[in-house]
């Protein structure tokens, strides 16, 4: 649970009354006016935390992180059993050395993860608080609308994650010359009927035009479902720690 607080400041709205129109010879109708305030806001998300079986061994040693986000049918209100269907909280339910913190928040039931980008940086900010995380070593990836997710809350912060892979996924392309220099692995089945691959494709090729440093793999004979063999490949993981803020790994 992550909560994010910001002060209310008063709101003094500043006009200046006009009077007369340009000649003088008649009372203006509108007044110029200018208005400033600092929002209150509260956001919250619950999720799954995954620490590596040796977390304890060294308590001076900084673990690599991953951000999963699910996708659409995984939504819900503290319902974190769903979460656990696919992606990264499936394999460390599997896998008794998975190397990595795992933190799997779950999208309220009627929201968006392009709606909570700001919950998601928050989120991070709250377990690099409490967790020995290594903060040169952050990886975001997700399914889907965890896909969408993904390329979002990168576009939004570039510079918090050393790695992305986002999975059936796409998003703006317009935005993407500011991950120019993050790695990016992105995964689409051809057969997909739910997002099509040309959303993976059209980043991709935005990415690819800028310079930037991305992948793409088509699974000729995948549907929706290009996630699991994704999840499921060691390799996935081995590029990931190859990479940290401040390398220049491939």
């Known amino acids: 649970m992550n909560l994010l607080n910001l002060v209310m400041s008063s709101a003094l709205p500043l006009c200046l009354a006009i009077n007369v129109s340009a000649t003088g010879s008649a009372p ?23 620490l590596p079986r040796d977390y304890e061994a060294d308590p001076r ?21 769903l979460v656990k269907k696919h992606g990264i909280p499936k394999i ?3 896998k008794e050395d998975f190397p990595f913190i795992a933190v799997s ?16 940086n928050a989120l991070l900010d709250e377990v690099i608080a ?38 059936c996924g796409g998003g703006e392309p ?11 692995w992105v995964f689409h ?5 739910l997002v099509p691959p040309e959303e993976s494709k059209k980043m991709v090729d935005a990415l690819k035009a800028c310079g930037g440093d991305v992948k793409f793999t088509l699974y000729p004979d995948a549907d929706h479902d290009s996630w699991t063999r994704t999840y499921d490949n060691p390799e996935l993981y081995e590029w990931f720690l190859k990479h940290s803020r401040h390398s220049t790994a491939k």
């Not at 203006?28 to 995954?50: G, H």
């Not at 673990?63 to 319902?79: K, Q």
């Not at 089945?189 to 009927?193: L, R």
């Open 130 to 167: 409490k967790y020995r995380v290594d903060v040169d070593r952050i990886y975001l990836t997700g399914l889907s609308m965890g896909g969408y997710g993904a390329w979002s809350l990168a576009i939004a912060y570039p510079k918090r994650f050393a790695a992305i892979a986002p999975i």
């Open 92 to 94: 460390v339910e599997q």
């Open 61 to 81: 040693r900084k673990l690599p992180l991953i951000l999963f986000l699910h996708g659409m049918g995984e939504r819900g209100n503290n319902e974190l059993e």
């Open 174 to 184: 317009s935005e993407v010359p500011v991950l120019k220099d993050v790695p990016v």
């Open 28 to 50: 203006a109708k509108q007044q110029v006016c200018s208005f400033e305030a600092q929002i209150v806001k509260t956001v919250r998300l619950n999720y799954l935390l995954y």
């Open 105 to 120: 928040p779950q999208c309220p039931k009627n929201s968006f993860w392009t709606a909570e980008i700001e919950a998601l």
């Open 189 to 193: 089945g051809e057969k997909d009927n």
